[in-house]
């Protein structure tokens, strides 16, 4: 019996992965505000925070502690996922509506996050989080568009897909072998 005939893939279609593309993703504001209640549940300068998603923007509410409780607010201006990495930038802070202020209380969030997890960059006001921990190296997804409206984000893949490198190597191992 001979073996069947195999053809190299062409360059546009890589081998070894799962592919898709039109894919959405929604999450609805609670679970955001869940996320991000225990995310600052260490940071005792934070009595609430708040994120929803209406009318096209997403806008973020911080209930800050620092001698009196003042909410502070800001809108995310962009969302980027990269390599592992979701970026998001961030309108100035601002009290009572139009005081702008130094964004003390999100360096104080991402410091109090695990090593390696998150990033502030206080310049761009650009916030990054490390999800690699969470999802596989292996998963390569492209943002098309991020839509906020009646309480949800919106997240539209464009190309996108899983290499199966790894899951192959793993069928030529014996799981009972303890060599």
Same mark, same amino acid.
């Given at each position: 019996?001979?073996?069947?005939?195999?053809?190299?893939?062409?360059?546009? /279609?890589?081998?070894?992965?799962?592919?898709? #593309?039109? @894919?959405?993703?929604?999450?609805?504001?609670?679970?955001?505000?869940?996320?991000?209640?225990?995310?600052?549940?260490?940071?005792? #300068?934070?009595?609430?925070?708040?994120?929803?998603?209406?009318?096209? /923007?997403?806008?973020?509410?911080?209930?800050?502690?620092?001698?009196?409780?003042?909410?502070?607010?800001?809108? /995310?201006?962009?969302?980027?996922?990269?390599?592992?990495?979701?970026?998001?930038?961030?309108?100035?802070?601002?009290?009572?509506?139009?005081?702008?202020?130094?964004?003390?209380?999100?360096?104080?969030?991402?410091?109090?996050?695990?090593?390696?997890?998150?990033?502030?960059?206080?310049?761009?006001?650009?916030?990054?989080?490390? @999800?690699?921990?969470?999802?596989?190296?292996? @998963?390569?997804?492209?943002?098309? #568009?991020?839509?906020?409206?009646?309480?949800?984000?919106?997240?539209?893949?464009?190309?996108?897909?899983?290499?199966?490198?790894? @899951?192959?190597?793993?069928?030529?191992?014996?799981?009972?072998?303890?060599?």
């Amino acid at each position: 019996m001979s073996a069947p005939v195999t053809w190299p893939p062409t360059v546009d /279609v890589p081998s070894l992965s799962v592919r898709w #593309e039109g @894919l959405v993703v929604v999450i609805d504001e609670q679970t955001i505000n869940t996320f991000l209640h225990r995310a600052t549940r260490r940071v005792p #300068e934070v009595s609430g925070i708040l994120v929803e998603a209406d009318g096209g /923007v997403l806008s973020l509410t911080i209930k800050v502690k620092k001698g009196f409780r003042f909410p502070l607010r800001s809108k /995310v201006t962009s969302i980027r996922f990269r390599d592992g990495w979701l970026g998001f930038a961030l309108e100035e802070l601002k009290v009572f509506g139009f005081l702008p202020i130094p964004p003390f209380v999100i360096k104080r969030i991402v410091a109090r996050q695990p090593p390696g997890f998150a990033f502030f960059y206080p310049h761009d006001r650009v916030v990054v989080l490390n @999800l690699s921990t969470v999802l596989p190296p292996e @998963l390569s997804l492209e943002v098309r #568009e991020v839509r906020c409206e009646n309480g949800e984000i919106r997240v539209a893949f464009g190309p996108s897909r899983l290499r199966l490198d790894r @899951l192959v190597e793993t069928l030529d191992r014996d799981p009972f072998d303890l060599d």
